[in-house]
């Protein structure tokens, strides 16, 4: 298994803010995942993110909303910019371990008033 | 195409029984079938998962049925306790460098004494 922490834990915001999300691994990864997951819904993938190299968006994300940063092998952040009501999930860190595992870290859960 | 569709959305069942949830999937690309539970408050864990060389595999009171021409796998949790009350997600991904992992919708299970 994989030790994955999150800071914060948990937050509320007001709308126009931004809030930065930390990922930190126990070891060294080379891909990070991030995702959302709004209030009872299933997860969707933000971005990809590669040490060394800007991260990768799928549909819907982009950077200005969600850049990302990854200095290292062990550690990532994630910033939700500019928030609105809309942006209220639970935003989780991931890592892949061997060929296929998927692990998760605790989340962030987001509220945006 | 990319879509893995889960039901039931929400499922209870009494102490003791069987809970079955149920995937299909498009993509004749994907390769790996994982199920994570997910607790209140937590990043999904991995719970079990599945390869389409087998039809099933089963880990203690947990097994996935794997039913590669119908493009369907399921879940079923043996002798159901109130420990095992969590959302359940199936997913499915294609090994190519790194795992994308597409999630379905989730399964709210609740056991009942």
């Known amino acids: 298994s994989a030790v994955i922490s999150q800071k914060p834990s948990r937050d509320i915001c007001q709308r126009g803010t931004s809030l930065t999300i930390q990922c930190q691994v126990d070891s060294q990864v080379t891909m990070m995942f991030w995702y959302r997951q709004q209030p009872g819904q299933s997860l969707t993938l933000i971005a990809t993110a590669n040490q060394g190299s800007e991260a990768t968006y799928e549909s819907g994300f982009v950077i200005d909303k969600f850049p990302i940063s990854r200095p290292n092998l062990t550690f990532s952040t994630l910033t939700v910019s500019n928030m609105s009501p809309e942006d209220s999930s639970i935003y989780l860190c991931?890592?892949?371990?061997?060929?296929?595992?998927?692990?998760f870290g605790p989340g962030t859960r987001l509220t945006v008033l | 195409q990319q879509q893995v569709k889960q039901s039931p959305q929400s499922l209870i069942v009494q102490k003791g029984g069987i809970s079955i949830i149920n995937c299909a999937y498009e993509n004749t690309a994907f390769d790996y079938f994982p199920w994570y539970q997910q607790f209140p408050g937590k990043g999904p864990a991995l719970l079990i998962a599945i390869r389409p060389d087998v039809s099933e595999k089963k880990e203690g009171r947990f097994t996935i049925s794997f039913n590669k021409s119908a493009k369907q796998f399921s879940l079923h949790i043996m002798d159901s306790q109130p420990g095992d009350s969590a959302t359940y997600f199936c997913?499915?991904?294609?090994?190519?460098?790194?795992?994308?992992?597409?999630f379905g919708t989730g399964t709210k299970l609740q056991v009942i004494p």
């Open positions: 991931s890592i892949n371990r061997g060929t296929d595992t998927q692990y």
């Open positions: 997913a499915a991904s294609s090994f190519g460098g790194y795992q994308k992992v597409t």
